[in-house]
């Protein structure tokens, strides 16, 4: 049986629907030889459009389709890219990659990335019928999906003292007042042995972070709620256990248990990771869909920021979720070490730096509040709130 007779009985049967529009996407070779082994005539619910690996697929090309049957160049970054934008755009669009010589590690790799099989070119259309065919199956009967998870930002320090907590908290509040729907943000001290988010925000709650931790299976929304703390317009609390708490004792699957939960109910999560690196507080880092890497000017900071990154690359933390934010950076004539030369040095960008206002910022924490309760218009604020939008525009963009 030919593909446009299985074409159409696979209609007939249901197994495929009467509007399918199978789009394949490949270069012109490709397309012409694909051609010629369908006998000249693309079957109803077959289109082809030709295109290099790495060139952008036009909007309407792409509208109406069912599946994507798309050529991809692993050597060519830009056409992996290609791949990952259009899963990005079309979710709940069945992907196949038409790649010539696919390795297991390279189809394992487009599996993570949500391709739903792989063919071999030149295109067979048996085979990709059978694919095809296969793709619909899993698609129509796969689970509902699961409720979506608000962003999660985990804030961590390059040194102790650097500020990455003062800076956790400013941020928290700003996702916290663009948060949709009113759903706010939620700031969590993981820092549990020496945290200060409660202290800094003024907050006072019936519990911490250790009940939750302690719970089990007890854990719920409403526990959840009867132990954080309100820091005001639309920011919540989990502070840090009272008792200091051995890092070795913390379950990490019940704080990924908890994160998940928070993560249900916030508009936004933010995580003030403490200055030690355990299995899991890298649990949670790997969990985030950004990490704040906060620094100074200093030599000593920049080289443990160094290592920091070199610890992620480790455990598998893609550089792009990482964002460098350099604190307390004074505006002077002369300086001995800028913005450009910590990228160079750390070998990575960096999103932003915040202004030195120490007075201002050690004030208002000692009197637990936030530096935009005392003077709004600093310039603490406002490098802040730059920060929060380039992380709302970029790796906590927001799907909804």
């Known amino acids: 049986m030919g593909i446009h007779d299985q074409l159409a009985q696979s209609i007939r049967e249901g197994t495929l629907k009467s509007d399918t529009d199978i789009l394949v996407v490949a270069g012109r070779s490709w397309v012409d030889a694909f ?3 369908v006998g000249g005539a693309f079957p109803a619910g077959v289109r082809t459009e030709a295109l290099a690996p790495s060139e952008p697929i036009p909007d309407h090309v792409l509208a109406g389709a069912t599946q994507l049957v798309v050529e991809v160049d692993p050597r060519d970054p830009q056409s992996m890219r290609r791949l990952s934008a259009l899963r990005e755009v079309h979710p709940d669009v069945p992907m196949i990659a038409a790649i010539g010589d696919a390795s297991i590690s390279l189809v394992r790799t487009l599996v993570r990335q949500g391709v739903s099989d792989v063919v071999s070119l030149p295109l067979d259309p048996e085979e990709l019928m059978q694919v095809v065919l296969e793709a619909s199956v899993r698609r129509d009967t796969r689970p509902p999906a699961a409720q979506a998870l608000a962003p999660l930002v985990a804030v961590a320090r390059s040194i102790g003292g650097c500020g990455a907590t003062s800076i956790a908290t400013h941020l928290a509040a700003d996702l916290a007042a663009n948060a949709p729907n009113g759903k706010g943000a939620i700031i969590v001290d993981l820092d549990l042995q020496f945290g200060n988010v409660g202290v800094y925000l003024g907050t006072s709650a019936r519990g911490n972070m250790g009940d939750l931790m302690d719970a089990g299976n007890r854990l719920d929304d409403d526990l959840i709620s009867s132990v954080m703390g309100d820091a005001g317009a639309g920011l919540s609390v989990l502070t840090a256990p009272d008792a200091i708490l051995p890092l070795e004792s913390v379950d990490t699957d019940q704080l990924l248990r908890v994160i998940q939960m928070l993560r249900q109910r916030f508009g936004y999560v ?14 949670a880092a790997l969990a985030a869909n950004a990490i704040v890497l906060v620094c100074e000017l200093s030599i000593a900071s920049l ?3 160094r290592r920091r990154l070199e610890l992620f690359h480790e455990v598998g933390i893609e550089s792009s979720a990482v964002e460098i934010v350099v604190n307390r950076v004074e505006n002077r004539l002369f300086k001995t070490i800028d913005l450009d030369d910590v990228a160079r040095t750390l070998n990575h960008a960096v999103l932003g730096k915040i202004a030195l206002e120490a007075p ?3 004030t208002s924490q000692d009197q637990g509040m936030l530096a935009s309760q005392v003077h709004r218009k600093s310039k603490f604020m406002a490098d802040v709130r730059a920060i929060s939008k380039s992380l709302r525009e970029g790796a906590l963009k927001r799907k909804d």
């Open 360 to 362: 201002l910022v050690s």
């Open 303 to 305: 080289r443990q920021a």
């Open 270 to 283: 933010v995580l003030d990771l403490p200055a030690n690196w355990t299995n899991w507080t890298l649990s």
């Open 35 to 37: 051609a010629a082994a």
